[in-house]
């Protein structure tokens, strides 16, 4: 038996990859001016990928059907090599670094919001409405 429905999983999902990107940014500007190093982003696909084979159990029942894409074992961060780079060789471009952190931080607290309210929800009907 599922005891909290499937969108909560999904939100848990949403608040890791959220984690995932905050971390990846600030490692990108914590290496602002670090020599020849490459600014990493994460690939939402690639996220978006996983997380669909994790939760999709599936077999081919014919020979013509398409097999499903298991996404194991690749990370979804990459390396950025299609950036301007510095004298240095560093790729890292604040700004955009700057910007992304504060919509990934916006994104989380959405999530973060949405979840409460959920759990709220669940509270009120394990309490009896009161």
């Known amino acids: 038996m599922n005891l909290f429905p499937s969108s909560i999983q999904r939100m848990e999902q949403a608040l890791s990859t959220a984690t995932l990107k905050q971390r990846v940014h600030a490692d990108n500007i914590a290496n602002v001016d670090t020599a020849n190093y490459k600014s990493k982003q994460v690939n939402f696909q690639q996220v978006m990928e996983q997380a669909s084979a994790s939760r999709v159990k599936s077999y081919r029942t014919d020979a013509r059907h ?40 916006l994104w989380y607290n959405a999530v973060t919001e949405r979840i409460n309210g959920k759990f709220s929800s669940l509270s009120s009907v394990i309490n009896g409405g009161r």
Do not use: Y
Not at 68 to 88: D, E, L, R
Not at 90 to 101: G, I, Q, Y
């Open 66 to 105: 398409l097999e499903f894409q298991s996404g194991q074992g690749a990370s979804p961060v990459t390396v950025n090599h299609n950036t301007v780079m510095t004298p240095n060789g560093n790729n890292v471009d604040m700004d955009f670094e700057m910007a992304e952190l504060a919509k990934n931080q």
